[in-house]
């Protein structure tokens, strides 16, 4: 497993990448709070990470991206805009929402990944940008390697660099609203877990 979410407190969704053939992506659904799990779809990319924006709507991505409407009991391949790989991705609803992945790439969608807008700040950046999160429609905070924290309240038209107190990977962020957020990450050079907590937006 490579991603998991749970869109209320018996619906779970669990993503990951098999390890031989066949190869590719597969989605795991829970409908009793975890404690058991069915396989629900096998598809030809990997999928690396998954966000429901509400109860029934949600989407993983990857290789690919895939949605569901229906609670995740079934899935739609729709691509991607992009071809860069995809490693992180928050919806804040049934139409928004954000993902991101490798050289910088960010982008945004409002009318459930029908479209997407490009807000990468750094399209040229060779460097993995993780994860995101998003707390409402607006405030948001990107994270990825060399200690890269990126924070946006406008729905990230515009991005803002912050700092950390370390040098570090980033690969998880998680803003239960707009102030309170974590940071999940491994220390450079020699290892080591770091974990990061903001009660102010990072500021």
């Known amino acids: 497993m490579s991603g998991i979410t749970f869109a209320d407190a018996n619906t779970g969704i669990a993503v990951g990448i098999h390890n ?11 409908t009793d709070g975890g404690e058991t799990w069915a396989l629900v779809a096998d598809i030809p990319e990997e999928l690396t990470t998954v966000s429901m924006g509400d109860a029934r709507t949600g989407v993983a991505v990857g290789q690919t991206i895939v949605r569901t409407t229906d ?3 079934t899935w739609t391949r729709l691509g991607r805009p992009v071809s860069q790989y995809l490693t992180g991705v928050s919806f ?43 707390a409402d429609a607006n405030t948001g905070i990107v994270v990825g390697e060399n200690g890269t924290i990126l924070h946006t309240i ?4 515009t991005w803002t660099r912050q700092s950390i107190p370390a040098i570090a990977n ?11 957020g974590t940071v999940l990450g491994v220390r450079l050079p020699r290892g080591g877990a770091i974990i990061l907590r903001t009660e102010t937006g990072g500021e």
């Open 20 to 30: 031989g053939p066949p190869y590719g992506g597969f989605i795991w659904r829970s």
């Open 71 to 73: 609670g995740g009991a």
């Open 92 to 134: 804040v609803d049934e139409n928004t929402g954000t993902v991101v992945g490798t050289w910088g790439t960010i982008l945004r969608t409002t009318d459930g990944c029908a479209t997407w807008t490009n807000q990468s700040i750094a399209p040229t950046s060779r460097d993995v940008v993780s994860a995101v999160s998003f």
């Open 154 to 157: 406008d729905g990230g038209a």
């Open 170 to 180: 980033l690969s998880a962020v998680k803003l239960v609203n707009p102030n309170i």
